[in-house]
Nanobody, 125 residues
Framework: VQLQASGGGLVHPGGSLRLSCAASGWRFNRPIMAWFRRAPGNEREFVAALTSSDGTTYIADSVKGRFTISRDNNKNTVYLQMNSLKPEDTAVYYC???????????????????WGQGTQVTVSS
């Protein structure tokens, strides 16, 4: 399984970015896909997740109302649309996936076996 994250960059506060995570090599259907981030000096933090089976989304409170997770099954790609970006959103963003994760643990990075390489998002004026 390979996850390739892209779309990061430098953006001014209030701006937008869309991250993409292209997946390949899945040996099972309907994986759960998620985004995490790690800011300097901090632990990895849950951002958003999406189940394939029913399209349920999970969004961290810190980004709720600003970030949206979606997927294009034809392209095997998951997106993170980030609007109204703030300096505190600056981090390396990682996409992650796995076969099945209980909703109780979907925010726990240790539950995910597959990870992309990360893409840097910097929000600064």
């Amino acid at each position: 399984v390979q996850l390739q994250a892209s779309g990061g960059g430098l953006v001014h506060p209030g701006g937008s970015l869309r991250l993409s995570c292209a997946a390949s090599g899945w040996r099972f259907n309907r994986p759960i896909m998620a985004w995490f981030r790690r800011a300097p000096g901090n632990e990895r933090e849950f951002v958003a997740a999406l189940t394939s089976s029913d399209g349920t989304t999970y969004i961290a409170d810190s980004v709720k109302g600003r970030f949206t997770i979606s997927r294009d099954n034809n392209k095997n790609t998951v997106y993170l649309q980030m609007n109204s970006l703030k300096p505190e959103d600056t981090a390396v963003y990682y996409c992650a996936g796995d076969r099945a994760i209980s909703p109780l643990h979907i925010r726990n990075s240790r539950q995910y076996a597959y990870w992309g390489q990360g893409t840097q998002v910097t929000v600064s004026s």
